[in-house]
């Protein structure tokens, strides 16, 4: 089992910044694939980026490239990801997730272990 916990959502203004963090426990972090999803009201949901378990690969969804940068830290089990630039369709409860194994993965049913999400919410 790995238990996932989310922080660092909250309220910002378009173009502002925010870092979201996902601290893991439970199992060894490093053999892990991380990713983050998003679910705004009514909508489904969907991949924001991934890395892998060595950090030396990272996936981004089109809509957030180059705002958005998924980072890691195996020595503190812990997966970032730091937005800048936001915009009022980043709203969403933002998700982190785990799977046991290397690469990189954009579809929800590819990982094992979810958080509870963090509510980002950016104003106009």
């Known amino acids: 089992q790995v238990q996932l916990v989310e922080s660092g959502g909250g309220l910002v203004q378009a173009g502002g910044s925010l870092r979201l963090s996902c601290a893991a426990s439970g199992r060894t972090f490093s053999n892990y694939a991380m990713g983050w999803f998003r679910q705004a009201p009514g909508k489904e949901r969907e991949f924001v980026a991934a890395i892998s378990w060595s950090g030396g690969r990272t996936d981004y969804a089109d809509s957030v490239k180059g705002r958005f940068t998924i980072s890691r830290d195996n020595a503190k089990n812990t997966v970032y990801l730091q937005m800048i630039s936001l915009k009022p369709e980043d709203t969403a409860v933002y998700y982190c997730?785990?799977?046991?194994?290397?690469?990189?993965?954009?579809?929800?049913?590819?990982?094992?272990?979810w958080g509870q999400g963090t509510q980002v919410t950016v104003s106009s």
């Open positions: 997730a785990a799977v046991a194994s290397r690469g990189t993965y954009r579809s929800p049913g590819s990982y094992d272990y």
